[in-house]
């Protein structure tokens, strides 16, 4: 799937979870163009006509615009009457018959990916509940699209892994690379709330592990966390950081993991769940 259709699926997942959160009727959004300063608004949930869909948003023009420039949550009480926006798509937003309107930034590694909007159709305040629901709804999105950007790159950059004994740095060191995040990205995915997003983000994990005949072994998640900072190079201690754990749990995951694998040391244990498919 395309870069911009996977963002794309991710705002689409953001703007229903936004509509849920805040009780808003009607909310649309979509990506920066690629060499272009506009947005073109792509996904619509709510809406009642397709006054907006497709619409290109220019940076700092309108709402939206004004969002993308500045890098930061926008909102007007009135769209028409406001005199804090410029009104050059005051057309389509009429033809919606939205008033009180919304717009929070997608910002990743400080570059606005894309805009998700949340709208009213009477004149009244949002306030600071909505605002903070829709920029919630944003982060996802960011957190999403780090996670895609980094297993994308991580994995062009890496090139097939170096057969045993060869004495290319050059592959050994980006599956180095590679093993690093898969650590850091199975850490990362207890502290994700939603049950969808963190599915994705462990099906990211997979991605990772290269593909290799499954011996029958399997590791509970935990012990898969300690093993997958083990293969990193990480000390019990600095595992244990990581995690959040005490270095007692740790040596206890690391022997549960050991045993399973039919392993008697560190290294061996790791050498073991790479042959099973476990660890890239």
């Known amino acids: ?6 963002a794309a699926v ?3 997942g953001a703007l229903a979870r936004l509509r849920r959160g805040t009780g808003l009727p009607v909310a649309f959004g979509g990506l920066v163009e690629s060499g272009r300063p506009q947005i073109r608004i792509s996904e619509l949930s709510g809406t009642a006509t397709a006054a907006l869909s497709s619409l290109a948003v220019t940076s700092g023009n309108g709402l939206g ?11 007007v009480m009135d769209y028409p009457s406001s005199r804090h926006i410029s009104h050059e798509y005051d057309v389509p937003v009429a033809a919606e018959g939205i008033r ?5 930034p997608v910002v990743v590694r400080r570059r606005v990916r894309g805009v998700l909007y949340g709208a009213l ?3 009244q305040p949002l306030g600071d509940r909505t605002l903070d629901a829709a920029v919630a709804a944003a982060r996802d999105v960011e957190q999403a699209l780090v996670v895609r950007d980094e297993v994308r790159g991580l994995l062009a950059s890496a090139g097939p892994e170096p057969a045993v004994g060869s004495k290319s740095g050059d592959g050994a060191g980006g599956w180095e690379q590679v093993r690093e995040a898969h650590a850091a990205l199975r850490a990362l995915a207890p502290r994700i709330t939603d049950p969808a997003l963190r599915a994705e983000l462990l099906a990211a994990c997979g991605l990772l592990t290269a593909p290799r005949p499954a011996v029958g072994t399997s590791l509970a998640p935990r012990e898969l966390d300690v093993l997958s900072w083990v293969a990193a190079g990480a000390t019990n201690a600095a595992v244990g950081e990581r995690l959040g754990l005490r270095p007692e749990t740790v040596k206890g995951y690391l022997r549960s993991a050991m045993r399973k694998l039919g392993a008697h040391t560190r290294g061996e244990a790791v050498t073991a769940a790479r042959r099973a498919g476990l660890l890239p």
């Open 1 to 6: 799937m395309a870069a911009e259709a996977v």
């Open 65 to 75: 615009g004004k969002a993308v420039a500045l890098g930061r949550p926008c909102a």
């Open 100 to 104: 009180s309107v919304l717009a929070v």
């Open 10 to 12: 991710e705002i689409r």
């Open 121 to 123: 159709r009477s004149a």
